[in-house]
């Protein structure tokens, strides 16, 4: 059974996120501007658990062949906290992005909700990669919806694709080493819902390698906790945060702070099969 989080996880990843940006001082921009975000949702988050239960609306076409999760989007709900939500990232975010801020926040609410809805439908789960800087905005912006919505669900452990999140068919973002007896229980963690479900500690969740020897696993200095988790068949690699190393850390933040991983993996040669908010 996945591990579950109690009560409002936002609190945790926010002191987490000041934690870290005094540890490694060339984290405090990124982290600054995730505490925002974080912020904006865990309030987000608590509007969704005060407002009325929306009326459940008849489901469109094309919604049909989605997993359950990703029927479930109220847009209607969602689309009068938007323009808070740009106004925020246009006023704190690095310059780029600010701008694309910005600029959709000119724009009228039906584009906005054409780009939230084609996000909630499609991200983790086609062939390619999340495109990060265009995903960012309805990313970070649906992730509490996505993460509520998962935490009312029983997952359905007999997934038949045991690399894809159980609940909505995502690819996972990370790996999570948890305690258990003498060692650590491997599990992955949604990209888009952030829901956990166990899975095999040898065996590569891109493209199901399971030679050990194809099975490379590095770990930085600075991050003794953090695993790249590579693999040399397909290149792509999964980061595993060790939670029997340092019981502290706060899976979605600490991936965040990893900033050197992804310089290294690069130079390796190694892409991320899904990359996290900041883009790598
Ligand atoms: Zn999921
Ligand atoms: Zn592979």
Redesign the pocket.
Known sequence: MAAKNVGNPYDGRIRRAERLATLHPFTQEVLTFYKQIAEFQKSLHARMLSGSKPQVSDKKEGEKNLPALRQELKIEALLPHFQEFLQLVARSAPVTLAESARQLSTQASESWAGILQDYWATSGRDDRPNAAFDQFLPRAFLQPYAEHLAGERVADETSAFPSLCPLCGARPLLGVLRPEGDGGKRFLLCSFCLREWEFRRIF??????ETET??PVYVAEQFPYIRVEA??????YLRTIDLTKDGNAVPLVDDLAAIPLSLWAEEHGYSRAQPNLRGT
């Open positions: 590569c969740a891109t493209c199901a390698e194809k099975l693999c040399e068949t397909c290149k792509f």
